[in-house]
């Protein structure tokens, strides 16, 4: 193979693996374990029934990710989520953005027809 | 009495109602411009990188709040914030409600 096919293949397939919305952090059964608190507000897997807690089950788990990480900062305020957030730890959240991400899912994309 | 009765639970039926609820097919038009990040599956906001959230069934209350909150500065997001500068709150429950029904048969 030549430099270039080389160059071009690791590029084609840097690119198409991160098109799949595997997640590739957190563990979603330790996040289910870590979720009791969660789910009286946003339901046991995420499919909140009440509208004022959003639904998360199918979220990207990068978007939930950052969501609580936003909370824990302060960046993104809310009294409940505040609370929430600011005892959990990085490994925390990213396992409990795993576990709602991988559940069936209550939210979906929308495409422009 | 049974009249008086049925007259005033009518009226707080009503009452419940004078926010007009959202029209689905109003909102799809109006959330055109949403479809730009929101309609294209893993779409990353820039920095930092992550996904820009799924919106296709998700509580119409919930977008509403959301929007209310970017529109007043509560919760921060440059491109956010100026998408929501521009909608009333019945542009608001017009998208919310499109969206709350939206995706559901495309998975």
């Known amino acids: 193979m030549t430099r270039m096919t080389v160059l071009v293949l690791a ?4 690119v198409f693996s991160g098109a799949a919305s595997a997640v590739n952090f957190g563990d979603p059964a330790a996040g289910k374990e870590k979720s009791t608190a969660c789910a009286a507000c946003h339901g046991a897997d995420g499919n909140s029934a009440s509208p004022t807690f959003p639904k998360l089950a199918g979220q990207y788990a990068d978007y939930l990710l950052q969501s609580l990480k936003e909370y824990k900062s302060g960046a993104r305020q809310n009294a409940i989520m505040n609370g929430q957030a600011a005892n959990l730890s990085l490994e925390d959240m ?19 027809d | ?5 049925f007259g ?10 004078v926010h007009a609820a959202g029209d689905p097919v ?7 411009t949403c479809l730009g990040c929101h309609g294209v599956e893993g779409y990353r906001n820039s920095y930092p990188s992550y996904r820009v959230p799924k919106l296709g069934g998700q509580h119409a209350a919930y977008i509403v709040s959301a ?4 529109k007043n500065g509560d919760r921060d997001h440059a491109t956010m914030q100026s998408q929501a ?4 709150e019945q542009d608001m429950q017009d998208i ?6 939206a995706g559901q048969g495309e998975q």
């Open chain 1, 11 to 14: 590029a084609a397939f840097a």
């Open chain 1, 94 to 112: 990213e396992d409990l953005a795993a576990y709602y991400a991988s559940q069936e899912p209550a939210v979906f994309p929308v495409s422009a």
């Open chain 2, 1 to 5: 009495m049974k009249a008086k009765l």
């Open chain 2, 8 to 17: 005033v639970l009518g009226l707080m039926v009503l009452a419940g109602t």
């Open chain 2, 26 to 32: 109003a909102g799809e038009n109006k959330a055109y």
């Open chain 2, 67 to 70: 929007l209310k909150a970017y």
């Open chain 2, 85 to 88: 500068s521009q909608l009333t």
């Open chain 2, 96 to 101: 919310a409600a499109y969206f709350a029904q």
